[in-house]
């Protein structure tokens, strides 16, 4: 009602002379009623003389209707022209109601708290409960006074703690604050309580009563385990780089902490090599990947790992799908029922293992703006069914799930690529047919998350029987390594092919790196610089090996009936660095000898440490290596997966390529040679011991050829070169002449015109042979041409 000031005019004879509507709204009396008439005619008993004489405090007035009011009054005099008093203006306070005690008030706090409330005894016999305490058991106060508290509620572990609690209460006399989880038995669900319990004393300060205050604190609770969670996802979940085992971190987070359920079924393209494709308006196809349950072997899931499936829509992860956004579903949605109907025609032999699902969330698994897939949360003995604050952590730990399995998924087709690149790159199966060597080779690579690294190797015939054994490594792993690791491959073969000396191939191989690193543009770092390389050339005839290296280890050398050691040389510097020079080791080799070429992940690829934590130690690394050399074996392959098995760890963590190869030699009896006079009329006779030598070897139908090839290359050599001039034959895979002499300059083919008298026989030479070329040698040049032995 609103408020009207309540006011009276009383005269110098005690006359009501003005009434006020206030006045009116107090007492009930018009102002007609009241003008005129005396005042105390309103009054209900005498004024105290103390208020008169003060002219304020409380009078008790008469209402209109004959109830007695009381009223604080202030009387405050008026003077009239003459300066004496006139009457006084009377002002009136409305009624003021009663004012509780302060028992009272506190008794109505009690049991108003929003708070559960209670007072126990010093046996934990209820003396009071307010009116929250008595909504979450489910019973009223009367039915709880006197009663003990283990009678009120379930025999659980939170409840002897609740117990002992107020015991320790009531016998000390100390208050305390502790937290706990448990049931609210009318409020069917857990419930997480900040509890303060106080000791209750009489005057006297006697102990009486232990009084509590619980604060339901389950949103905050929850909150908290939320927030845990999303801190465990980011240590747990994504600790490997492999699609399938991230999604078994994510359901392991999961279960049983947020779900009873929890299964990631991917689109089927995640798990492969492709690039995602747009994903259908509906009926996308899935893959089980990972699932787990509260119940062991989690026989309550219809779809077994590994298998393909499609959600049908309206269900909630269709949903999920095809909006992108996290959908909750309960028990009773038209959608959740169709969902558990069709689980149940799916696999009938896990419905009993579904009763009492009463919720389900659906979790999009999207990262970079693409959808991976979903993952689902169900809930069935968890008492709290999903609400909108699950939704908002789901969507949090879908982001992040997703984003780990984004990363393994582009790590494996990143890693896929690089091994399909460099497996292009490398040589397969058998290697180049040469005779040489006997050769076995191991490529690994690295179990880590670095990806495939750069490492390679090579076996390149050369001309003469000889052969070049080439081992390498590419800084760095992935696409980019193995990429440089072919160019690399492909500019040893083309400096190769020139015949040139290792030193010398190392050297032109430097500086074509150190080209690439001054030609690049915008800043980029070349992938070339810092590879090594070694390269090495077998001569069987000689037994002679040369090898130079750029930076990589010394390969280890097994001679026959002697233990296996590295050869002692000089590393040189890695490739790119430039201005530094290569030194080229030269040996002299048995028959039957082992070379053993590798890459430093051989040596590196242990994590063993030392007790005082340092790295394990080189030495020791050799040492395995030679022990492993030195192992009896039947062949080069079982010696190959000897060495591996001995030195290497099951996981190593970096590429490994390995390169044995046993030496042969070519004896006396299938090598001819012969000092040549420069003079052309010599041609016909050492064509002849050619012809000769061939019938000697059985290859008479090669003479034809082999005479034109000596004739050509001696008669060239001695118009064009310079003595000493040499012939030699090489039986081999394949027949080979050859012819040395002091000049350096190379022939070459040409075009002869139809009037020409020469430049007719090279390229006859290179008609009739397999192949033909040139090297260079310290003492001058040889021209060689192969041909295939007759029958092969």
Not at 521 to 548: I, W
Not at 593 to 616: F, I, K, N, Q
Not at 650 to 658: E, I, S, T, W, Y
Request: some cysteine.
């Amino acid at each position: 009602m609103e408020h009207v000031a309540a006011a009276a005019i009383i005269d110098a004879h005690g006359r009501v002379t003005g009434w006020s509507a206030g006045a009116q709204q107090l007492t009930g009396h018009p102002a007609g009623e009241v003008v005129g008439r005396p005042a105390t005619d309103l009054l209900a008993e005498d004024v105290p003389a103390a208020t008169l004489a003060a002219r304020s405090g409380t009078v008790a007035l008469r209402h209109r209707d004959g109830h007695r009011i009381e009223l604080a009054l202030t009387a405050c005099p008026v003077l009239g022209p003459d300066g004496e008093p006139a009457g006084h203006v009377v002002t009136a306070e409305p009624p003021r109601p009663p004012r509780p005690s302060g028992t009272a008030v506190a008794a109505d706090a009690f049991q108003q708290a929003s708070m559960c409330m209670s007072v126990f005894d010093l046996r934990q016999h209820y003396l009071r409960a307010n009116d929250v305490a008595c909504q979450v058991l489910g019973q009223s106060e009367e039915a709880l006074l006197g009663r003990h508290l283990a009678e009120t509620v379930e025999d659980t572990v939170h409840t002897h703690g609740f117990l002992d609690h107020l015991r320790q209460v009531a016998e000390t006399g100390q208050p305390l604050r502790y937290e706990s989880f448990t049931d609210a038995p009318a409020l069917h669900r857990d419930h997480a309580w900040s509890i303060e319990m106080w000791p209750l004393r009489d005057g006297s300060g006697e102990l009486t009563a232990v009084a509590l205050a619980a604060f339901d604190s389950s949103e905050q609770y929850w909150a908290r385990r939320r927030l845990a969670l999303l801190n465990e996802a980011a240590t747990s979940i994504g600790t490997t780089l492999d699609v399938v085992r991230t999604a078994e971190e994510v359901v392991d987070l999961l279960v049983p902490q947020y779900a009873d359920f929890a299964g990631v079924d991917l689109l089927d393209w995640v798990l492969g090599e492709a690039e995602p494709p747009s994903l259908p308006h509906r009926g996308a196809v899935l893959r089980r990947v990972a699932h787990g349950s509260t119940r062991e072997g989690a026989p309550g899931a219809a779809i077994p790992l590994g298998e393909t499936h499609v959600y049908e829509p309206p269900s909630a992860p269709d949903r999920a799908l095809r909006e992108g956004k996290v959908v909750l579903s309960h028990a009773g949605d038209p959608e959740f029922d169709l969902w558990l109907e069709e689980r149940n025609l799916r696999s009938p032999e896990g419905r009993a293992y579904r009763e009492g699902v009463h919720s389900l969330i659906a979790i999009p698994l999207r990262a970079r703006g693409t959808t991976l897939g979903v993952a689902i949360c169900v809930r069935l003995t968890h008492p709290n069914a999903y609400a909108p604050d699950d939704a908002v952590f789901a969507e949090e730990l879908g982001s992040r799930a997703a984003v780990c399995i984004d990363n393994a998924r582009r790590f494996a087709r990143e890693r896929s690529t690089a091994h399909a690149l460099q497996h292009s790159l490398l040589p397969r199966g058998g290697l180049p047919g040469q005779a040489a060597v006997d050769v076995v080779h191991r490529y690994l690579p690295c179990g880590s998350q670095a990806g495939i690294g750069g490492d390679w190797f090579d076996v390149i015939p050369l001309s003469g029987s000889r052969v070049a054994l080439v081992v390498g490594d590419v800084v760095g792993h992935g696409i980019q390594s193995s990429a440089t690791m072919g160019r690399l491959r492909t500019a040893v073969r083309t400096l190769a092919d020139v015949d040139l000396p290792p030193d010398e191939l190392l050297t032109h191989l430097d500086d074509l790196v150190t080209h690439l690193g001054t030609e690049e543009e915008g800043g980029q770092e070349v992938a070339e610089l810092g590879a090594t390389c070694l390269y090495a050339v077998y001569d069987p005839v000689s037994r002679h090996l040369s090898l130079a290296a750029a930076g990589h280890p010394a390969p280890a050398l097994v001679l026959p009936g002697i233990p296996a050691e590295f050869v002692p040389m000089t590393a040189g510097p890695p490739l790119g660095i430039g201005g530094l020079p290569f030194e080229a080791t030269e040996l002299e080799l048995p028959e039957g000898s082992v070379v053993a070429l590798y890459t430093d992940g051989l040596l590196e690829g242990r994590d063993d440490r030392d007790v005082d934590g340092d790295d394990r130690d080189v030495d020791r690394a050799d040492d395995e290596l030679r022990r492993a050399l030195d192992t009896p074996h039947n062949s080069l392959d079982a010696l190959a997966d000897t060495i591996l098995k001995a030195v290497l760890p099951d996981r190593p963590g970096d590429d490994v390529a390995l390169l044995l190869a046993r030496t042969r030699a070519l004896g006396s009896d299938r090598v001819a040679t012969w000092d040549v006079p420069p003079d052309p009329a010599q041609v016909a006779h050492f064509r002849q011991a050619a012809t000769d030598q061939l019938a000697v070897w059985g290859l008479e139908e090669a003479s034809f050829v082999t005479e034109l090839v000596v004739s050509e290359l001696v008669t060239n050599a001695i118009r064009y070169g310079e003595p000493p001039i040499r012939l030699r034959l090489i039986r081999d895979r394949a027949l080979i002449c050859e012819v040395s002499d002091a000049s350096s300059t190379s022939p070459h083919l040409r075009r002869a015109h139809a009037y020409d008298e020469g430049g007719r026989g090279l390229l006859l030479v290179a008609q009739l042979t397999q192949r033909w070329g040139s090297r260079q040698t310290s003492s001058g040049k040889t021209i060689w041409a192969e041909q295939p032995l007759p029958g092969t």
